[in-house]
């Protein structure tokens, strides 16, 4: 869809508010961040109207897009553009070898066989690695070779563009023809470049200082930032990430497992923390920090310098990823530009789901399923706008999940 009929589109939505838009226009020629600005919650209506033409126009959800899947900030383009992510898709049934042959004739993978876990990876190549919480071994009784069902492909390091989104597209396409599926053990997990956090080094001041990552702790002055990033994404939207994490199914993955796999927030935040030990420490059970919703032990890694996020449920739908791949930038960013965003108070996971209604299905809700949760997070978020499309794209995700229970009434129950 043209980002000229994103512009019209949101004029039809409301007269009142057109020539506030008027004037937010981006500059930014094509890609998804083209077209109108739209400030929540005031162009509310704007993004419903967007997103109702495409359900009329397509199949009822949002379009895949082609590049500035991350141009939240037009202005900032220069910045975002140069961001790292990188992405993880947990599968199952499908045979793992089929899978890496498919990438590998496409030039994806550097070998035709899955590795194993975590094992040294080829830079620049896609890889098919065993996971044992979906990884499961068939061996031959009679010597031939085993098989290996389920698995996940992991992405090298990506940056914002349509080489990397054709790429997406493409490892999901085979995923599809392979006949994974996804279940209550596969999970989607995002990771964010931790330099997304600070300036640009070509701006950095040299502080002269040798110790900035020694010993696997990053620079302190990107402490800060990261306590927000935790304030926000587990204690000020904890309840509402969770709600977007479960947009393929409406029930959250975790909950088979007491939130095994994404443990949520389970003892307050202090506002700073000396070391990033601590931090990682505060966000998650003592010796599975990994495990942690948002993971931020890989802060520092010389091999692997990213903030992991692990909440959302495993999916083959492109448009999901971009979906939450768009909420985890909004979230670093709002960390780096936004700090105000990160003392709104808090919503834990479980706060729009009564205790009377938090059943273990979580579909049920306070029968006020309407998107002010939504709303708020953008409007501290984007307090001078975002674009319509990248709006839409989490409203479409948001009317996809459901209210999730708590981890305390999980276990209640």
């Known amino acids: 869809m043209s980002s000229a009929g994103g512009t019209a589109e949101a004029g039809e939505a409301s007269s009142s508010t057109a020539p506030a ?64 992510f990188g992405l993880e898709f947990e599968f199952a049934v499908a045979d793992a070898g089929w899978v890496a042959a498919e990438l590998h004739a496409l030039g994806l993978c550097a070998s035709p066989e899955p590795q194993l876990y975590h094992a040294e990876r080829q830079a620049g190549f896609w890889v098919v690695e065993h996971d044992r919480s979906v990884t499961s071994v068939f061996t031959c009784d009679q ?18 563009t349509a080489e990397a989104w054709r790429q997406v597209a493409l490892v999901l396409d085979v995923l599809k023809r392979c006949g994974a599926e996804v279940n209550r053990t596969c999970g989607l997990h995002v990771h964010i470049g931790a330099d997304a956090l600070s300036e640009p080094r070509s701006l950095r001041r040299d502080t002269g200082d040798s110790s900035v990552r020694a010993g696997h702790e990053p620079a302190r002055d990107l402490l800060p930032a990261l306590s927000r990033l935790a304030m926000l994404a587990s204690v000020c939207f904890e309840d509402l990430v969770f709600r977007l994490a479960s947009a393929e199914g409406g029930r959250h993955r975790g909950q088979a497992f007491f939130y095994r796999h994404c443990r949520p927030l389970e003892q307050p935040l202090r506002s700073d923390y000396a070391s990033l030990d601590e931090l990682t420490g505060a966000l998650g059970q003592q010796g599975a920090a990994r495990r942690a919703a948002l993971n931020l032990t890989n802060v520092g ?4 310098d990213t903030v992991e996020f692990r909440q959302c449920n495993g999916t083959l739908d492109g448009r999901v990823v971009q979906a939450f791949c768009r909420l985890s930038a909004a979230l670093v960013g709002a960390a780096r530009w ?23 299905a979580g579909a049920s809700s306070d029968g006020t399923d309407t998107p002010e949760s939504l709303w708020r997070f953008l409007g501290a978020v984007f307090p001078d706008g975002l674009p319509a499309e990248a709006a839409a794209s989490l409203l479409w995700l948001f009317r996809r999940g459901a209210w999730q229970p708590s981890l305390t009434a999980l276990v209640a129950g």
């Open 21 to 84: 838009r008027e004037t937010r226009v981006s500059a930014v020629a094509g890609g998804a961040g083209a077209g109108p600005l739209v400030r929540l919650p005031e162009d509310a209506l704007a993004v419903e109207w967007w997103l109702a033409r495409r359900a009329i126009e397509g199949d009822g959800g949002v379009p895949y897009a082609t590049d500035g899947v991350l141009g939240l900030w037009p202005e900032r383009r220069h910045e975002t553009d140069r961001w790292t």
């Open 143 to 160: 010597g031939g070779a085993s098989i290996i069902v389920g698995g996940e492909v992991v992405s090298p390091p990506l940056r914002d």
């Open 301 to 304: 890694d010389p091999q692997k």
């Open 338 to 360: 936004q700090s105000d965003a990160a003392l709104l108070g808090p919503q834990p996971l479980g706060t729009h789901l009564p205790a009377a209604c938090s059943d273990i």
